[in-house]
C-alpha cells in the first residue's frame, strides 16, 4: 500500500469520525410526494434551443441606438440601486455588486446610501419610498431583514429591523419581493438545499416550499393580491429557465406544485392592484416584446411591442410605468412604447446597473 | 379468479427502512460529508435520500442501494452548487467548521482539500474504496460503471493526488 492511500485512509477517517450523532436523532423524514417532470424534457430542451434561436436573431438586429435621455416625470420619487460588475459573458452571473444608493427618479441624483450589508438584497414597495433591505451585518452573522423609509428628500428616514427569525443555515439570498400590500416578503434561500421562504413582516412567521428539482429560484414577485408568488425558475436538468406561479394560500409545501406560465419568459414584473404579469420574451419575429399573462389561469392575455429591447424588473405602485433596464445595463422606465434611460451619473463604462423602486 | 400478488406488505417496507435510518444514518451521512464536504449538506442529503425512499419494493431497501442513493444526491448537491456559482455571485462552496479543522489538523486538511479538489467521479471511486473499503465489484454496481473504469478512475485519482500533495505523500 502506498503512502498516499495510508494518508487518505488516515484523513477520511478522521473526518468521519469527527461526525457524531449531536442532541436527539431525527424522526425518519416523511413520504415526499414524488414530483414527475418527465414528460416536460423534451418540450423545455425544444424551447430552450427555440429560445437560443431566437435569442441569437435579436442579438443580431438590434442595432445600437442612441441612448434617450430625458428627465422623466418623478412617479415613484426614488429608487434603490447598485452599480454591478457581470461574470463571464452568456452567465448573467454578478461578480460583484456596488454599495445601494438611493437616486432621484426624476435626476439621477444619489441622495443616499443604504446601510453596508454583506450579501445584500433589497426590494422596493412601488411607492418609491418604502424599501426592504436583507443582508448580514458582518461575515459570520445570520441573515437579517430591514425595512426603510425615505424621508420626502430621499434620505433614510426610518430603519426598523423585522422579526424573522434568523436562520444561520441561510448562506445568502437569491432573490427578494415585498407583497403590494407590504405584508408579506418572499426571498429565494442559499441554503445547504435551496428553498423559497415567505415570512409575515409583522409576526416574523415563515412558510417554506422545496423541491426535489435541482434548480434555483433567481427572480420573483408579487401578484397584485399579495397571494400568488410568479417565480422565474432556472431548471438544471434540463438546463432551462422558466416562470411559474406559486399559490401561497394552498397547502403543500413543494415548490414546484404550482403552474407552469411559460418556458420562454423569465424576469416577471407583477402590476400591482391587478391579476397580471408581464415579462420579456426574445420572440421568433426577431422583436423583443414583453407579453402579459394572467397570475390566476397563467395563460397569455395580451402582448406589448417594445421598440428597444427592454427587460423589466418593478412597476410602479400605480401600475403605469415600469422600471427596468436596457441592453448595457443602463436603468430605464417604459410608459409608452420605448424605454427612456433614467439620468444616472457616474455609471462606469462596462458596468450594469440593478435598480428597484 | 382471486390473483394472489407477491408483493410484499406496505408495512413491512416501512419496517425496513425505518430500521435502516435507525441504523446506518450516521453511517450515510459521514459517507456524504466525505463526498460533499460539509455536515449540514451531508444531513439534507441522507434525509433527502430517506424521504425518497418510502413506498419502494422492501427487496431493494438494501444499504449499498441506499449509498447509492445517497452517491447521487451528493451529486446533485454539488452540481446545484456549480450551476449557482455560475447563476449568481455565490462564493463559496462547502464550509468546513471551524471545529472540525481544528480536529483534523494540517496534514490531513491537506489530503481532504485535495481530495475535494478532484472531479466528483473520482472523489467518489477513493471515498468507496479506501474510507469503505468496498471491493472493485460493489465500486462498480454502486457507481454504476464498469470494474475496469473504476480501476482506470482510481488510478488517475491517486496519480492527481500524488501529484498535488508532492513529496509529502
Known amino acids: ?357 | 379468479m382471486n390473483v394472489k400478488t407477491s408483493r410484499p406488505p406496505p408495512a413491512l417496507a416501512e419496517a425496513r427502512l425505518a430500521a435502516l435510518y435507525r441504523e446506518r444514518r450516521l453511517e450515510l451521512i459521514r459517507l456524504a460529508v466525505l463526498l460533499v464536504g460539509d455536515r449540514e449538506t451531508a444531513e439534507d442529503v441522507v434525509q433527502d435520500v430517506f424521504a425518497r425512499l418510502h413506498g419502494r419494493d422492501p427487496g431493494v431497501l438494501t444499504l449499498a442501494y441506499v449509498r447509492t442513493c445517497v452517491l447521487n444526491g451528493s451529486r446533485s448537491v454539488l452540481r446545484r452548487r456549480a450551476v449557482a456559482l455560475r447563476r449568481t455571485e455565490r462564493a463559496r462552496g462547502a464550509v468546513e467548521s471551524a471545529e472540525a479543522a481544528a480536529l483534523l489538523g494540517e496534514s490531513r486538511r491537506e489530503v481532504l482539500d485535495a481530495l475535494r479538489r478532484l472531479p466528483g467521479r473520482q472523489r467518489e471511486a477513493l471515498v468507496l474504496r479506501f474510507y469503505l473499503d468496498l471491493p472493485e465489484a460493489e465500486i462498480a454496481r454502486t457507481m454504476r460503471v464498469r470494474q475496469s473504469t473504476v480501476r482506470s478512475t482510481t488510478a488517475r485519482a491517486l496519480a492527481r493526488l500524488n501529484r498535488e500533495l508532492g513529496g509529502n505523500a
Do not use: C, N
Open chain 1, 1 to 357: 500500500m502506498s503512502v498516499i492511500e495510508d494518508r487518505l485512509r488516515d484523513a477520511m477517517h478522521a473526518r468521519a469520525r469527527a461526525v457524531q450523532e449531536e442532541g436527539v436523532v431525527p424522526a425518519l423524514p416523511a413520504r415526499r410526494r414524488a414530483v414527475r417532470f418527465g414528460w416536460v424534457a423534451p418540450i423545455v430542451v425544444a424551447v430552450a434551443i427555440v429560445a437560443l434561436v431566437a435569442g441569437v436573431t435579436v442579438a443580431v438586429r438590434d442595432e445600437p441606438r442612441e441612448p434617450v435621455v430625458v428627465t422623466p416625470a418623478a412617479t415613484p420619487p426614488f429608487y434603490v440601486g447598485a452599480v454591478v460588475t457581470l461574470g463571464a459573458a452568456g452567465t448573467g452571473s454578478v461578480a460583484e455588486r456596488g454599495p445601494l444608493g438611493v437616486y432621484d427618479s426624476g435626476t439621477g441624483r444619489r441622495t443616499a446610501e443604504l446601510p453596508v450589508l454583506a450579501e445584500s438584497r433589497v426590494a422596493g414597495l412601488g411607492d418609491g419610498r418604502t424599501f426592504f433591505l436583507a443582508g448580514r451585518e458582518r461575515e459570520a452573522a445570520a441573515i437579517r431583514f430591514y425595512r426603510l423609509t425615505l424621508t420626502p428628500d430621499g434620505r433614510i428616514g426610518r430603519q426598523e429591523a423585522l422579526p424573522i427569525p434568523a436562520d444561520p443555515r441561510v448562506r445568502g439570498l437569491d432573490a427578494l419581493a415585498v407583497s403590494p400590500d407590504g405584508r408579506k416578503l418572499a426571498y429565494s434561500v442559499r441554503s445547504t438545499t435551496d428553498d423559497v421562504r415567505v415570512a409575515d413582516v409583522g409576526s416574523g412567521q415563515v412558510r417554506r416550499w422545496r423541491t426535489a428539482k435541482a434548480g434555483v429560484s433567481y427572480r420573483m414577485a408579487w401578484s397584485g393580491e399579495s397571494r400568488t408568488l410568479v417565480f422565474s425558475w432556472l431548471d438544471e436538468r434540463p438546463v432551462g429557465s422558466e416562470t411559474r406561479l406559486l399559490d401561497t394560500t394552498r397547502p403543500g409545501r413543494d415548490l414546484l406544485d404550482g403552474k407552469v406560465v411559460d418556458g420562454r419568459s423569465t424576469f416577471p414584473a407583477v402590476k400591482p392592484g391587478g391579476s397580471t404579469f408581464v415579462t420579456q420574451q426574445g420572440g421568433g419575429r426577431g422583436i423583443p416584446h414583453l407579453v402579459e399573462f394572467s397570475t390566476s389561469t397563467g395563460k397569455q392575455v395580451g402582448e406589448r411591442v417594445v421598440k428597444e429591447w427592454f427587460s423589466p424588473t418593478d412597476y410602479d405602485a400605480t401600475g403605469r410605468v415600469l422600471l427596468g433596464f436596457v441592453r448595457g445595463g443602463a436603468p430605464a422606465r417604459l410608459d409608452g412604447d420605448r424605454p427612456v434611460r433614467i439620468p444616472l451619473s457616474g455609471l462606469p463604462k462596462g458596468k450594469s446597473f440593478e435598480a428597484t423602486w
